[in-house]
């Protein structure tokens, strides 16, 4: 693809507003239509469009597969720890009230980290996908 | 007045998604597939405000970004029938 110039500056442009909307998508899930699956969808689809056109070889560079794995890992912890994080402190699996003094921010808080943990989780798990499917 | 514009656009995704199934060639198909997502995105938006809900903007700008990439990697298909490759000297092995 070395030249196919317009495609390559277009997609130098658009991966940028990718990244961001899926960060967009992610941490105005609360409020709006998203959450942690469409924006790691979203933002595994940024980096899919980088392999699309720089090539897999350079984008297993800048995310190796190794990277991948300990991140989707990270996440299923992320979310397994905020839900054990609710009995330690003296409520059920999942228990958001008990993170803040505040019911209300406490489950900010709860809902904020549990998608955080699904969003890089789905992110790392798309991209490994395209990863195994794409090797010639 | 949203409603006109509605039936409009169903009109539109209506021929185009008939380009898609009888265009002869390829790129009749992928032109069509694509001018259908751009369609697609304009129908989201309409009936976000159709229905007195503007968050759906959002929903169609997702589907405008990802749409992009699979007329990207359709077309790549095709050309290279790979997917990985970047360069022109790899693929004179």
Redesign the interface.
């Known amino acids: 693809?070395?030249?196919h110039l317009v495609?390559r500056v277009i997609a130098k442009f658009?991966i940028p507003?990718?990244l961001l909307?899926a960060f967009?998508?992610q941490f105005?899930g609360d409020y709006?239509?998203?959450g942690g699956f469409?924006a790691g969808v979203?933002f595994a689809?940024g980096f899919?469009?980088h392999?699309?056109?720089?090539?897999?070889?350079?984008t297993r560079k800048v995310l190796p597969p190794v990277v991948l794995r300990v991140t989707g890992a990270l996440g299923l912890l992320l979310y397994l720890g905020t839900g054990l994080a609710g009995i330690l402190l003296g409520g059920n699996y999942l228990d958001y009230n008990v993170f803040a003094a505040d019911p209300i921010s406490g489950q900010h808080l709860g809902i904020l980290l549990i998608e955080m943990g699904v969003g890089i989780t789905v992110a790392s798990v798309m991209l490994s996908l395209f990863y195994i499917?794409?090797?010639? | 007045m949203f409603a006109a514009a509605m039936i409009a656009i169903l009109l539109a995704m209506f021929m185009s998604l008939c380009r898609a199934l009888l265009g002869p060639t390829l790129y009749d198909r992928l032109l069509a597939v694509n001018v259908l997502g751009t369609i697609t995105v304009l129908f989201i938006a309409v009936f976000g405000f159709l229905t007195g809900r503007p968050e759906f903007l959002d929903i169609g700008l997702a589907y405008a970004l990802i749409n992009f990439i699979a007329t990207i990697a359709v077309l790549k298909f095709f050309e290279y029938r790979d997917m990985g490759r970047a360069t022109e000297e790899e693929l004179d092995i």
Request: proline letters at 6%; aromatic letters at 12%.
């Open positions: 693809m070395e030249h495609l658009i507003m990718i909307f967009y998508v105005h709006g239509p998203g469409q979203i689809a899919i469009l392999a699309l056109i720089f090539g897999l070889d350079h499917f794409a090797q010639p």
